[in-house]
């Protein structure tokens, strides 16, 4: 089945430390795109990548890397300077061309910093 | 970051009844647009999309509205069922590939 696998499904992280999250995407999507999920809040850009070797800064990218070395992965790493860890994080991937389609989601990561 | 907002945070409606959420949008640049359901502990599904050259989309049981005048973004549930209960994501492309999300809207199906 084609799709978009984040692991694991609950991280925890104790203060101070790295932490890489995981997306794959077998959908041959050249787009992908990490989100971040608070309570009560939509859902915020952390980073996104068109293309391999390539990406660029969301809105929320402090305290965040990502790499884009093959285009079926798009890892995140929570690094120790993001000060407010603890949330949802979501990976996506898309299409890219001349017309936009929808964005297609994985299940989730739940971060908790303990 | 673009201003994707929702009028109603919490909606509970009576099954079988219609539903109808609401999306305001900002950027009159936007030329798509996407309705997500989100279930609890999940990442979010589409639903249905519309593109700006379209008032009116429709597709099982959802039909999505667009008015570019008043940039405002309707979603409607006909004959609303208890897993409908989730909460819904409008989103906006201006650009690019790029997606703009509001803060969603809870929906509450009472049987």
């Known amino acids: 089945d084609g799709g978009i696998t984040q692991s694991p499904k609950y991280l925890f992280r104790k203060e101070g430390q790295n932490v890489t999250l995981s997306c794959e995407q077998n959908?041959?999507?050249?787009?992908m795109y990490w989100y971040r999920q608070d309570p009560g809040q939509g859902l915020r850009l952390i980073y996104y990548?068109?293309?391999?070797?390539?990406?660029q800064k969301g809105d929320i990218a402090e305290g965040y890397s990502v790499s884009r070395e093959k285009k079926e992965s798009f890892p995140l790493t929570v690094t120790s300077a993001q000060k407010n860890p603890t949330a949802f994080y979501l990976c996506?991937?898309?299409?890219?061309?001349?017309?936009?389609?929808?964005?297609?989601f994985g299940q989730g990561t739940r971060l908790t910093v303990v | 970051g673009e201003s994707v907002g929702l009028h109603l945070p919490t909606l509970s409606v009576q099954e079988g009844d219609n539903s109808i959420i609401n999306c305001a949008y900002s950027?009159?640049?936007?030329?798509?647009f996407i309705w997500y359901k989100q279930e609890s502990g999940k990442g979010p599904q589409f639903i249905i999309d519309?593109?700006?050259?379209?008032d009116k989309r429709q597709g099982q049981r959802v039909t999505v509205l667009l008015n570019k005048t008043v940039k405002h973004l309707s979603l409607q549930i006909a004959a609303t069922q208890p897993g409908d209960s989730a909460v819904y994501f409008c989103?906006?492309?201006?650009?690019?590939?790029?997606?703009?999300f509001g803060t969603g809207t809870s929906l509450t199906v009472i049987p």
């Open positions: 989103a906006e492309s201006p650009r690019g590939n790029q997606f703009y």
């Open positions: 950027n009159s640049a936007s030329d798509y």
């Open positions: 959908l041959n999507h050249d787009a």
């Open positions: 519309i593109r700006s050259n379209m």
């Open positions: 990548s068109q293309i391999v070797n390539d990406f």
């Open positions: 996506a991937s898309s299409i890219t061309g001349t017309t936009n389609t929808e964005a297609f």
